[in-house]
């Protein structure tokens, strides 16, 4: 970014964009029947030219309400240049995630952590333009003193502070530029959750499977909590499908109560699980603690985080060993600022980091943070993947490409959330709902 | 209830009432320096003329979104009839805080667990309307299966099943009427946090407490957490003006890390406070057991709860032993219902509740609970009371009503929070902003 050009934010619009995704029960679990993959899309005009694309993702009805909530965060974005956002990003964080009256709504949970992290999307986005790179190359470039300027560190200090983060960053540039060029030759490892849904049929089960067998996946979740039985029968369906050799993870999105999920599982074991995913409310931190004491003699973790709103749980999850696997969310927590929290919390505890990726544009998001985690921060892939899911590229920009069951990394400039216009219109509900918040005059 | 009225819900409106309380620093403390105490304001218009009243606070800025997401929540409400809702009252406490698609948002926190309380708010308040009582004595007259029936459950059952639920409260019987005879005639011990908000200045806190001595007071809460040296300069003028053999509590409002917290309050011990509030983060119960633990040798309790969200959260912090005070917020959870289950768990655990108050319409609602949980369930008043603040009462219409600094119990059916017209009108903002939704046709 030159210093000529500040690229002052001179409108914000939010739209609201559903796709009927429920029509075919793509995205179904226990919890969630019948999802229409929706988001909140965010776009910053700036006086320079520069535009900057975000969003964040919701599941259809109330996307109205999150809309709503951009609204209000507008006046605190529309004005300001970029120059002065990045030059203390810490700052604008706190701005946004601790307005004195908005906090009450919060704090940095639910509606208004979402909303925040739809307009920071779109200011990393316009960020990473402006440099002409994509996020995750941006990150890579930082200075580690820069990198830890942009994290909220309240709160989190009784186990990560500023200088620790900072010696943890510093630690990790050795063999940096190695791991980026495997990345770009290689790709970042994925596993698919396209394959079992919970309404699927059994035939679309084996289908499904044996495609992405043939097209080089080698690990895939599976949705349960529904039924025992059921699970039970498509579980072993998807074993016999896979065969032993590759990796299975089930998710319950949230179904049980502790006791019940540890019953639960437990009979679920024979088909050895990698992990049990969100097995209880997102946040019991306890409850998880008490899962995964139980579960460890059968050999499955425990993983959750995609409802986890902030670094505070995330914090609690490491201290409590309540997970084996922390996976974060783009648009949950308060966008990269926040994610780059749990990412150096998860280093410092040496908990594997698995992103959460389901939805639309998720995909498109989170591999810039998992890039970012190998190269600078884990430099480690084992019991490492990040989620895909085979839904609704077709409406973005610069989709994400998938190569041998491995995310490759992005080269276009920004964060990779730039929807289609025809998308957007196509989909935009109710029809011609634009909300343009523009500066005063 | 009688079975030929079964009070068809036919209209929903909800608005957005601001009264300008910044103004005179009413309510500032170290996190929210300007707070403007406002309301979603809902009001239920059934097919037998009888309304009901709910409202969730707010700090002013966003209020808009809680009224945005009532509105979504308003379908699953209108059309119903209050006898189908309470015949199964945890059937429709689900159906708010778990719709498939809007529990993405939260789930049960932040502005859609804000709004769902506004709502619930409303049908309680139906409800004691239906039966021409206030709602502390619906409660009170209730069966205990029918209270266990009203709360859910899930996710709590690792410390307390219905049937504990149940038994407690057939246990809580004997002396029952003793205790409702007692609490109408003498009322329900308060303390009160009017008269040392941060932005006063020294001479208000010392008239302030001097006018609040000579009315009966003799718990006084302080706010604190701004600039160490003020603390220790306002906690020392205000203890020589109530002197020894009074009760002071400090309140931090969430202003700390979990080793500044302890730092920090070890200077404050001199002073001799019986809690410190909200030390740290809401979300983070095992920084707020490390705090119990630290300052139980200087004989300081740690208390919290008023940006508790819902049920989990609370479980967790008695599990933890992480609060000596539970503080249950009348708005912040999902109304009487959830309520309930932290009364329920509280007692299990022989935690004292002491119900947060501030803001508006929340001394109004809270005093309910709170008489329902001395009747019926932890028929203790040792180290118990509940917060009051003596501002905006006159827009009640059923104000509270304090003799010896003791909330006497309300008399009108109802949850006391129906707001004068008069008063919305005035304070709506923006001016005329009433939303409606009708039944379809």
């Known amino acids: ?215 080089g996946w080698t690990r895939f979740k599976v949705k349960v909590g529904a039924d025992l039985e059921d699970d039970l029968r498509r579980c072993r369906l998807i074993r016999r499908t896979i065969g032993d050799h590759n990796t299975l993870m089930i998710d319950a999105n949230q179904r049980w109560d502790v006791g019940e999920a540890i019953t639960w599982v437990s009979r679920l074991a024979e088909v050895k699980p990698l992990w049990i995913e969100e097995p209880t409310s997102p946040d019991d931190v306890l409850g998880h603690a008490a899962i995964s004491k139980a579960l460890a003699p059968l050999g499955i973790g425990v993983a959750t985080g995609e409802q986890c709103p902030n670094r505070v749980v995330f914090k609690q999850l490491l201290q409590a060993s309540a997970v084996q696997f922390v996976q974060i969310d783009s648009c949950r927590l308060g966008s990269v600022n926040e994610n780059l929290a749990v990412l150096l919390m998860a280093h410092k505890f040496k908990v594997p980091v698995c992103p959460h990726a389901g939805g639309v544009g998720l995909c498109e998001l989170v591999q810039h943070l998992i890039l970012f985690d190998y190269i600078c921060v884990s430099a480690d892939l084992s019991d490492r993947m990040c989620e895909y899911v085979d839904h609704l590229h077709e409406h973005f920009a610069n989709p994400v490409v998938i190569k041998n069951a491995r995310y490759m990394p992005p080269r276009d400039p920004g964060y990779s959330c730039e929807m289609l216009e025809s998308s957007v219109r196509r989909h935009q509900y109710p029809g011609g709902d634009s909300v343009g918040i523009s500066m005063k005059k």
């Open 1 to 215: 970014m030159s210093r000529e050009t500040p690229h002052k934010i001179i409108h914000l619009s939010v739209r609201d964009v559903r796709f009927p995704t429920s029509l075919e029960h793509h995205g179904s679990d226990a919890m969630h029947p019948d999802p229409d993959y929706s988001a909140a899309y965010v776009v910053l005009d700036t006086d320079s030219g520069l535009r900057g694309f975000g969003l964040t993702f919701t599941l259809g009805r109330g996307t109205e309400i999150v809309v709503c909530a951009v609204q209000a965060l507008a006046g605190l974005v529309v004005g300001k240049t970029l120059q002065e956002i990045v030059s203390d990003f810490r700052r604008f964080y706190r701005l946004l995630t601790s307005d004195g009256q908005m906090r009450w709504l919060g704090p940095e949970k639910g509606v208004i952590q979402l909303a925040s992290a739809a307009v920071l999307n779109a200011v990393w986005d316009l960020w990473a333009r402006a440099e002409g790179k994509p996020l995750w190359k941006l990150l890579v470039d930082m200075d580690p003193e820069r990198i830890v300027s942009c994290v909220d560190f309240r709160y989190i200090t009784d186990v990560l502070t500023e200088e620790e983060a900072l010696q943890m960053l510093v630690e990790a540039r050795r063999g940096q530029r190695q791991r980026e060029e495997q990345m770009l030759s290689e790709g970042y490892p994925a596993y698919t959750t396209s394959c079992a849904w919970l309404g699927y049929s059994d035939q679309q089960l084996r289908e499904r499977c044996t495609e992405a067998l043939e097209e």
